[in-house]
């Protein structure tokens, strides 16, 4: 897979998620965050946990996997790690799940 630049947009996860393509969308937030707000294609693994569920994504080794959180940081971090530990397409996206609510699906709560 080519250089994968490490943060992508909000809009480009609308795009890939439209238009049907094989991704992994990670929710890096706690469970009382996903309570709350959620993105319904994404896959809730805490930041707080991703280590010793690091295994759960091993079949996802070798696809595009793009993380999100409340606003950024953490997802930032969370891909930066999933590079340093094989996962060479992880990515984060930007501005979170608050841009999210904020520029693509309004019916998602902001917190």
Request: aromatic letters at 6%; charged letters at 30%; one cysteine or more.
């Amino acid at each position: 897979m080519p250089d994968l630049p490490l943060e992508i947009s909000c809009q480009y996860v609308k795009e890939l998620l439209d238009r049907g393509a094989d991704f992994l969308l990670l929710d890096c937030r706690e469970a009382d965050e996903h309570a709350v707000a959620k993105i319904d294609a994404a896959r809730l693994l805490p930041m707080s946990e991703i280590q010793k569920r690091l295994a759960e994504l091993d079949a996802d080794r070798q696809r595009q996997i793009v993380v999100h959180c409340h606003l950024g940081g953490r997802s930032l971090r969370v891909a930066q790690w999933l590079r340093e530990n094989g996962f060479h397409a992880a990515q984060s996206m930007s501005g979170g799940i608050d841009e999210w609510s904020t520029n693509i699906d309004a019916q998602v709560p902001r917190y």
